[in-house]
Structures are given as structure tokens and as C-alpha cells.
């Protein structure tokens, strides 16, 4: 069975850094398609960054440029840098895993507030 489990998340003032992280074990992290997710109070849930299992990244054009994602297959983790962080970034933030089935995280929460 496989369980990704979210970390990283947390409060952190306007501008600031986070870097979520997403592990998972009993698959192949290099095979399957990853990608975060975030869902704000009162909106739908949304893309923020994908990454094909060949490394091709996709963004979000509301994170361009201020969030990176990326994987450690060795550790069969993946991340998301987030850099220049904004209040309208708050959100809770899930990991999906996209292979024969669909797994997602559990969800870490971000909150950018002074």
C-alpha cells in the first residue's frame, strides 16, 4: 500500500520560504508522474506544479517563477521549493503520485501571514 506523507508545512511571513516535502514507499518514484496540489478555504482544489516521471515540470502561472518542484528517487521523495511567498498562497497543500492508481497525501498545511 502506498501512503504519501507530506511535511514541511507550516506559518511563515510574507516573502518567506518553505520547502514541503512528499515520501512515499512501495513504489517506484522514477515511473510515475508526481505532481502538488493545493486547496484554499472556499475554493476548489488546484494544480500547482507537475513533474512527468522523464523530469518535464509544468507550473501554475500564479506560482511561476517563485516555486520549484522536484524528486530524490534514490529517497523516493519529492519537494516543493517555495520562495516569495504570498497571503494568497495559504492553503493546504497535498502531494499526488500518478501511476496505475492514483495516490494522494494526506495534506500539509501553509500558511503566509504577518
Known amino acids: 500500500q502506498v501512503h504519501p506523507v507530506e511535511s514541511g508545512g507550516g506559518l511563515v511571513q510574507p516573502g518567506g520560504s518553505l520547502r514541503l516535502s512528499c515520501a512515499a514507499s512501495?513504489?517506484?518514484?522514477?515511473?510515475?508522474?508526481m505532481d502538488w496540489y493545493r486547496q484554499a478555504p472556499g475554493k476548489e482544489r488546484e494544480l500547482v506544479a507537475f513533474?512527468?516521471?522523464?523530469?518535464?515540470?509544468t507550473y501554475a502561472d500564479s506560482v511561476k517563477g517563485r516555486f520549484t518542484i522536484s524528486r530524490d528517487n534514490a529517497k523516493n521523495t519529492m519537494y516543493l521549493q517555495m520562495n516569495s511567498l504570498k497571503p494568497e498562497d495559504t492553503a493546504v497543500y497535498y502531494c499526488?503520485?500518478?501511476?496505475?492508481?492514483?495516490?494522494w497525501g494526506q495534506g500539509t498545511q501553509v500558511t503566509v501571514s504577518s
Open positions: 499526488r503520485i500518478v501511476g496505475r492508481t492514483i495516490y
Open positions: 512501495g513504489i517506484v518514484f522514477s515511473r510515475n508522474n
Open positions: 513533474m512527468s516521471s522523464n523530469g518535464t515540470t
